[in-house]
């Protein structure tokens, strides 16, 4: 049996049938077309599937399709419309950007989860010491980098965003589905 899921994803109403045993992650990518996210574990450990759930990073991997209903979802595709156009750089978001200017990426399999994380993580720690960003980011696993400049960029893109004075995450935010399904950055 199919249900029909309806959300918000990247600022746009969007929906689709799902079974209810879909994981979010596949309703993304194989309903929705949006293969940014990415799967990279089958034990909710590795954080390649990271997006927004009303503004907060959850493990779409470990969230039913079904617990999206009626909620709102960003995804790598929309990160760089959740700041107003004057605080991009170059079209991207202040993280994007950052991870490009302080080479925080290799083969880039990670980085949207990376990304995604470290939105949720500068949104209540707009100043984050680098032990809190190694903390904030400990979920999330990178097989190339070293995590030396994921730091650094994640530092970087600190700066931009207060400079700007804008919320990584933009307007978002409020409900969301509990620790279970944040596991996020965990
Ligand atoms: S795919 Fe690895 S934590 Fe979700
Ligand atoms: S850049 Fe390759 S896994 Fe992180």
Same mark, same amino acid.
């Given at each position: 049996m199919e $249900?029909? $899921?309806r959300l918000t994803v990247n !600022?746009?109403?969007a929906q689709g049938s799902a079974e209810p045993r879909t994981?979010?992650?596949h309703f993304l990518r194989d309903t929705l077309g949006l293969t940014g996210t990415h799967v990279g574990c089958d034990t909710s450990q590795c954080g390649a599937c990271t997006v927004l759930l009303d503004g907060h990073a959850v493990k779409s991997c470990t969230t039913l399709a079904v617990q #999206?209903? !009626?909620h709102e979802v960003t995804t790598v595709e929309g990160l760089a419309d959740l700041v107003p156009p004057e605080a991009r750089i170059e079209g991207l978001h202040p993280l994007q950007a950052a991870f490009w200017e302080r080479h925080g990426l290799q083969c880039g399999f990670c980085t949207p989860g990376m990304l995604m994380t470290a939105a949720d993580l500068l949104a209540s720690k707009p100043d984050p010491s680098e032990a809190e960003i190694r903390e904030g980011l400990e979920g999330n696993i990178c097989r190339c980098t070293g995590y030396q400049n994921i $730091? %650094? %960029?994640v530092r970087l893109a600190a700066e931009h965003l207060r400079s #700007? !004075? $804008?919320?990584p995450v933009g307007a978002s935010g409020g409900t969301t589905l509990g620790d279970a399904a944040r596991g996020g950055a965990r």
């Open positions: $249900v029909t $899921v !600022g746009q109403p994981l979010l992650v #999206a209903d !009626g $730091v %650094a %960029a #700007a !004075g $804008v919320s």
